[in-house]
């Protein structure tokens, strides 16, 4: 079994997706733009270089994505991606990196329970909670 989020963008799902792998470490698996789809679908009035079905790999799991037809509403207003990385300067690294032009919510720093953990919304309205790995 395998949960993995998949995320709503209003246009700019490749730039995201894209800018995730590169800040997670991950890998492209897919961008099917809506232009792909065969003849005679039925498809949302969008450009047909958005993208349809996105996803990313990042270790084991991934990380999907669309771009949503206009008029929705696709901002996240509570669902959170986790990530946890292996050290504390990898998951600075990357909270710093997708806290580049979004907003902090709580800055990186030591906690009860991790060497460090904060929260943000990026660039692209997603919602992130970076955590590094705690060892007992």
């Known amino acids: 079994m395998s949960i993995s989020p998949y995320l709503f963008f209003p246009g700019t799902s490749r730039e995201a997706l894209t800018a995730y792998a590169e800040i997670l470490g991950g890998e492209v698996e897919a961008m099917m733009t809506y232009g792909d789809a ?3 679908e039925e498809m ?6 958005w993208i349809m079905h996105g996803a990313i790999r990042v270790g084991t799991d991934l ?4 771009d ?5 509403n696709v901002t996240p207003a509570s669902t ?5 990385l292996p050290s504390r300067d990898a998951a600075a690294t990357a909270f710093d990196r997708l806290a580049e032009g979004g907003e902090v919510q709580m800055g990186f720093e030591k906690t009860f329970w991790s060497e460090g953990f904060g929260s943000l919304r990026d660039r692209w309205g997603q ?6 790995e705690t060892t007992a």
């Open 80 to 84: 959170y991606v986790m990530v946890t």
């Open 44 to 49: 949302p009035p969008v450009d047909p270089a």
């Open 68 to 72: 949503d037809a206009p008029g929705r």
């Open 38 to 40: 065969p003849p005679g």
């Open 63 to 66: 990380i999907m994505a669309t």
């Open 127 to 132: 919602l992130w909670m970076i955590s590094a």
